[in-house]
């Protein structure tokens, strides 16, 4: 038993993770080169390696002929007769090759092929230990800066948060601790090539993961996610549990499981809404916290029309057009948002409509009803999907609804 190589290649394969069976043909190999390089050629080399022990014999096969033409490929009938004197002409010997008579050129081909493969097998192990976890997060140790990057050690690789993945504003300190999202794992031929990011959408859906049981096991189902990193993101959640609130779950008691994830994406404000199969009401759940009088999707064309109240329009667009734009994004509709006085003006409402709200405010309606508009009926007709609000009224017995508006009594 080769007691010696047996524990070399036990601890390569506890430290760097390679497998002895890797490193043993490795070594085979080698010694094939080293018999090349010393004979000249390697065509008639055998290797045995015991699996097991660890013990191993390099024999070259020599046609036994009368006179001797090619040394490297035969051997005489006196020579052969030494070794086993059952060979005659026209057999194989197999010749014992000691590696010791190995010239020194030829030894270290030998040892530089064997550190080779180690460092081959060390890169590939890195790689795919990584590579699994592309398209998740990490955690990752920041070390320094490279001008406008930011090098990350990620524990057995390095990866570098180029100033693209960073979020404005964001700043780290050496040795603190921060969550990444892999973006990609390349391989390259020195090592594995990790791309991060902080502004990537997918890193607020991991971190919610992590945080959330609910979504974690599939009972809460992120549908989708509009990001403006370091600013604001919307994100719309939908509950395969009829008994699972999905906002509430993300939320968590107190806020504390959406306070984690803000926390780490360093102050982030994250809207979390009411995901829905309707566009209209997703389109109306999306400008949230803009209250909207009526929505009309088109899901053909994926464009929608959207009423606010007049004193909501600059709520509903956001500053800078920051919420209709993540609205948009959210949802995937392009957004067109007026206000009642402009809506009414384009035709879209009644022109007596700001009056027959207020009649019916007159006459005291304090229920919940959703305004229809004309065209429509229950919230819904042919051509769109439209929904919306007409202010919280309540019918009266024997009231009639005033002309031109229908109204609609919701479920709460």
Same mark, same amino acid.
């Given at each position: 038993?080769?007691?010696?190589? =047996?524990?070399?290649?036990?601890?390569?394969?506890?430290?760097?993770?390679?497998?002895?069976?890797?490193? =043993?043909?490795?070594?085979?190999?080698?010694?094939?080169?080293?018999?090349?390089?010393?004979?000249?050629?390697?065509?008639?080399?055998?290797?045995?390696?015991?699996?097991?022990?660890?013990?191993?014999?390099?024999?070259?096969?020599?046609?036994? +002929?009368?006179? +001797?033409?090619?040394?490297?490929?035969?051997?005489?009938?006196?020579?052969?007769?030494?070794?086993?004197?059952?060979?005659?002409?026209?057999?194989?010997?197999?010749?014992?090759?000691?590696?010791?008579?190995?010239?020194?050129?030829?030894?270290?081909?030998?040892?530089?092929?064997?550190?080779?493969?180690?460092?081959?097998?060390?890169?590939?192990?890195?790689?795919?230990?990584?590579?699994?976890?592309?398209?998740?997060?990490?955690?990752?140790?920041?070390?320094?800066?490279?001008?406008?990057?930011?090098?990350?050690?990620?524990? *057995?690789?390095?990866?570098?948060?180029?100033?693209?993945?960073?979020?404005?504003?964001?700043?780290?300190?050496?040795?603190?601790?921060?969550?990444?999202y892999v973006v990609e794992v390349?391989?390259?031929?020195?090592?594995?090539?990790?791309?991060?990011?902080?502004?990537?959408?997918?890193?607020?859906?991991?971190?919610?993961?992590?945080?959330?049981?609910?979504?974690?096991?599939?009972?809460?189902?992120?549908?989708?996610?509009? *990001?403006?990193?370091?600013?604001?993101?919307?994100?719309?959640?939908?509950?395969?549990d009829p008994d699972v609130d999905?906002?509430?779950?993300?939320?968590?008691?107190?806020?504390?499981?959406?306070?984690?994830?803000?926390?780490?994406?360093?102050?982030?404000?994250?809207?979390?809404?009411?995901?829905?199969?309707?566009?209209?009401?997703?389109?109306?759940?999306?400008?949230?916290?803009?209250?909207?009088?009526?929505? =009309?999707?088109?899901?053909?064309?994926?464009?929608?029309?959207?009423?606010?109240?007049?004193?909501?329009?600059?709520?509903?667009?956001?500053?800078?057009?920051?919420?209709?734009?993540?609205?948009?994004?959210?949802?995937?509709?392009?957004?067109?948002?007026?206000?009642?006085?402009?809506?009414?003006?384009?035709?879209?409402?009644?022109?007596?409509?700001?009056?027959?709200?207020?009649?019916?405010?007159?006459?005291?309606?304090?229920?919940?009803?959703?305004?229809?508009?004309?065209?429509?009926?229950?919230?819904?007709?042919?051509?769109?999907?439209?929904?919306?609000?007409?202010?919280?009224?309540?019918?009266?017995?024997?009231?009639?609804?005033?002309?031109?508006?229908?109204?609609?009594?919701?479920?709460?």
């Amino acid at each position: 038993m080769n007691t010696e190589l =047996m524990e070399a290649l036990t601890i390569l394969e506890k430290e760097k993770n390679i497998s002895r069976d890797v490193m =043993m043909d490795a070594i085979e190999n080698s010694l094939i080169s080293a018999c090349k390089n010393h004979f000249g050629t390697a065509e008639n080399i055998k290797v045995i390696m015991d699996r097991e022990t660890c013990d191993y014999a390099v024999y070259a096969e020599k046609k036994v +002929v009368e006179e +001797v033409t090619e040394p490297a490929l035969e051997i005489s009938l006196e020579d052969a007769e030494k070794i086993d004197s059952a060979l005659q002409i026209g057999d194989v010997a197999q010749i014992p090759v000691q590696s010791k008579e190995f010239g020194r050129i030829a030894t270290q081909n030998a040892k530089n092929l064997i550190l080779q493969k180690i460092r081959e097998e060390e890169r590939k192990v890195v790689f795919d230990q990584y590579f699994e976890k592309e398209k998740d997060i990490v955690t990752g140790i920041v070390q320094r800066y490279a001008g406008k990057n930011i090098s990350i050690n990620l524990g *057995r690789a390095d990866a570098m948060l180029t100033e693209n993945e960073q979020v404005k504003g964001e700043t780290f300190k050496p040795t603190e601790r921060i969550k990444l999202y892999v973006v990609e794992v390349k391989n390259t031929p020195k090592g594995p090539k990790i791309l991060v990011s902080r502004t990537h959408p997918e890193l607020v859906k991991r971190l919610f993961e992590a945080e959330v049981a609910e979504v974690r096991e599939g009972i809460v189902e992120i549908k989708s996610i509009a *990001r403006e990193a370091g600013s604001r993101t919307k994100m719309a959640v939908w509950s395969n549990d009829p008994d699972v609130d999905p906002v509430g779950a993300c939320v968590g008691m107190n806020g504390a499981r959406v306070n984690a994830v803000v926390q780490e994406l360093r102050g982030e404000k994250i809207d979390i809404i009411n995901w829905d199969e309707n566009p209209a009401l997703l389109i109306e759940n999306a400008l949230s916290p803009a209250k909207v009088i009526s929505v =009309m999707a088109d899901p053909e064309e994926k464009v929608a029309s959207v009423i606010v109240p007049d004193y909501q329009l600059s709520l509903a667009i956001g500053k800078e057009g920051q919420n209709a734009r993540l609205a948009a994004r959210l949802t995937g509709y392009k957004i067109d948002i007026k206000s009642e006085t402009q809506a009414i003006e384009a035709g879209d409402l009644p022109e007596n409509y700001m009056e027959q709200m207020g009649l019916m405010g007159e006459e005291g309606y304090t229920g919940d009803y959703e305004y229809a508009g004309e065209g429509a009926y229950d919230g819904y007709d042919e051509d769109y999907d439209y929904v919306g609000y007409g202010g919280d009224y309540e019918e009266p017995d024997g009231q009639d609804e005033p002309d031109g508006i229908e109204l609609v009594e919701t479920e709460n």
